[in-house]
């Protein structure tokens, strides 16, 4: 997110800033708001569906975490299609700007190293809890966030931004201290432990992952074509989907994928469509996300994350009957709010940013 400069020393400088931060400002108000729309939607609906879909598959007997990790990201070929039709990164920017292979690599592998192992935490998480209380705890990410964008990305602190980390971190810590909680089948609190604290451990890492892609949009690729989001999710998503295989092969929970399918709860078809939904849902999520982050900021991809928390508890109680007592209610409120104070900062701060770059644009014609 930009920082706002009142110096007037600085007033020639924020025009080729806003240009560099904020490629999208040349698109009419109403128009940058749509495309955060129609982010915002792939993310809250691919996430929640995604929960609901990868809860279902524990209870109808799944077990593997290798296979709950892999289809986190085993979707991402489908993005080639919509690639296919947007020009390629090399032609949206110069060849001057435009990093050299080696240094690609280097950003993706790495990406997607990180992104396995925050998938493999969260499978984890997911397999020891609700999927009401799994979708809660995932609100502290934004906790985390805030400091590594702070110290990685110089995003800016608000007292609206302090007051939305404060609330959704109390969120979550209501959910932690909770003695009602409920759980999965068979798991006793020892587990739900643990998956709390996978479940915690994956949203810092997921935290400092987005920080990390919202620094290489800014200091690596340096590309203002949607394009480049498709391709920083497809290639982090294979050097992610291969690890996974490579985990799946190796603890040998491939062996167990036959039986598993058979004495699946609600059929083999049934198992086969949850595996492949369960794919989707992450993939279009993914999407929403990678875009917000390029579109806005990683802190604001993250705030968007916990729409889901009025969405994923709710449905949750709705089609996996999970239990919705006053705590998490309360828990789930306090998100609501948390995730409203922070969007309303965000319109206070775009706001000001295209004030500001109308009067640069303006004190720029003055002088021409």
């Known amino acids: 997110m930009l920082h706002l400069c009142t110096d007037n020393q600085e007033l020639i400088l924020i025009k080729d ?3 560099n931060q904020l490629p999208f400002l040349k698109l009419k108000r109403w128009q940058w708001w749509v495309l955060v729309a129609v982010n915002i939607f792939f993310l809250v609906a691919g996430q929640s569906a995604a929960v ?30 919509p690639l296919f039709f947007l020009p390629s990164s090399q032609e949206a920017s110069s060849s001057s700007r435009y990093p050299s292979f080696i240094i690609l690599v280097v950003v993706y592998f790495v990406l997607g190293i990180i992104l396995a192992g925050d998938n493999m935490l969260y499978s984890v998480g997911l397999l020891y809890l609700s999927a009401s209380t799994y979708s809660l ?18 995003q800016k602190f608000t007292a609206l931004i302090f007051n939305s980390v404060v609330v959704l971190s109390l969120s979550a810590a209501l959910i932690a201290v909770n003695e009602d909680s409920d759980t999965p089948s068979a798991v ?10 996978c479940t915690l451990a994956a949203s810092a890492i997921y935290s400092l992952l987005l920080s990390l892609m919202q620094l290489a949009f800014q200091k690596v690729l340096k590309s203002e074509s949607f394009g480049v989001v498709l391709e920083v999710q497809i290639y982090t998503s294979l050097v992610a989907s291969g690890v996974a ?27 086969v469509m949850t595996i492949v939904w369960t794919a989707l849902s992450w993939q279009v999520c993914s999407v929403g996300v990678v875009g917000l982050v390029y579109v806005v900021s990683s802190l604001f991809s993250n705030v968007i994350s916990t729409v889901s928390l009025a969405v994923t508890p709710v449905a949750s109680v709705i089609f996996l009957h999970d239990k919705m007592n006053g705590v998490k209610v309360i828990a789930m409120l306090m998100a609501i709010w948390g995730f409203a104070t922070y969007i309303y900062q965000n319109y206070l701060d775009d706001s000001k940013v295209r004030k500001l770059q109308s009067d640069v644009t303006e004190s720029h014609d003055d002088h021409s």
């Open 17 to 19: 800033d806003v240009t």
């Open 188 to 197: 006793s609190r020892w587990r739900y432990t643990i998956g709390f604290i």
């Open 245 to 271: 295989i490579v985990g799946l092969f190796a603890s040998g929970e491939w062996k167990s994928l036959g039986g598993e399918m058979e004495a699946f709860g609600k059929g083999r078809l049934s198992y």
């Open 137 to 154: 705890i995932c609100a502290s990410q934004l906790a985390f966030n805030a400091v590594f964008s702070y110290f990685i990305n110089s």
């Open 52 to 81: 609901l879909l990868g809860r279902f598959y524990y209870d109808q007997g799944g077990n593997s975490k290798w296979l709950a990790t892999l289809v986190q990201t085993a979707a991402f070929p489908v993005l080639f299609i």
